[in-house]
Antibody, heavy 119, light 110 residues
């Protein structure tokens, strides 16, 4: 079964750091672009970051640029998001998703992990 | 960066047809594929349309997508509405270094 499972969410103080992980299974992880998308409570979807299959190209939303770092370990079938200088507005459910590079369609989503930034 | 604008909410009766629009603010809607995602409360999004008008396997043919260059917009049409279609729907597109989601449309089937 094709599956993405996020972990690492939790409660963190403003200015703090957190590392999210996404474990992939059921497909050849190293062949796919992977991305992070977040959703603040009661709000819509917001793209966060993208990393191509070999980590050649990495992109960030302006809202997280300079604070978040996306990475992947193809040997471990894992995607990561290192978040630092966290703000209250970063509070959201964070989803990892598999992307079809040619069409940029998100075809597989994880269940999400909640990040709460609060003092 | 461009934006995708959707109506905040739409409502329609079971059995009827509803269309949700998604208007691109700059650049050409036809220059990059548009996808549509359905999200039920408490669940992750799932794809109902990809590549403007393609349905993933398992998505009923009641769901269809189109683009209109004259209005620079994409549309999701759901026919024969069922109560199970009640959900939030998001359009999504991209450019060279950016991915954009529309603000989402809450579909109420009543």
């Amino acid at each position: 079964e094709v599956q993405l499972v996020e972990s690492g969410g939790g409660l963190v103080k403003p200015g703090g750091s957190l590392r999210l992980s996404c474990a992939a299974s059921g497909f050849t992880f190293s062949s796919y672009t992977m991305e992070w998308v977040r959703q603040a409570p009661g709000k819509g979807l917001e793209w966060v970051s993208s990393i191509t299959s070999s980590s050649t190209y990495i992109y960030y939303a302006d809202s997280v640029k300079g604070r978040f770092t996306i990475s992947r370990d193809n040997a471990k079938n894992s995607l990561y998001l290192q978040m630092s200088s966290l703000r209250a507005e970063d509070t959201a459910v964070y989803y990892c998703a598999r992307v079809l590079a040619a069409t940029h369609a998100f075809d597989i989503w994880g269940q999400g992990t909640m990040v709460t930034v609060s003092s | 960066n461009f934006m995708l604008t959707q109506p905040h909410s739409v409502s329609e009766s079971p059995g009827k047809t509803v269309t949700i629009s998604c208007t691109r603010s700059s650049g050409t809607i036809a220059s990059n594929y548009v996808q549509w995602y359905q999200q039920r409360p408490g669940s992750s999004p799932t794809t109902v349309i990809y590549e403007d008008n393609q349905r993933p396997s398992g998505v009923p043919d009641r769901f269809s997508g189109s683009i209109d260059s004259s209005s620079n917009s994409a549309s999701l049409t759901i026919s024969g509405l069922k109560t199970e279609d009640e959900a939030d729907y998001y359009c999504q597109s991209y450019d060279t270094s950016n991915v954009v989601f529309g603000g989402g449309t809450k579909l109420t089937v009543l």
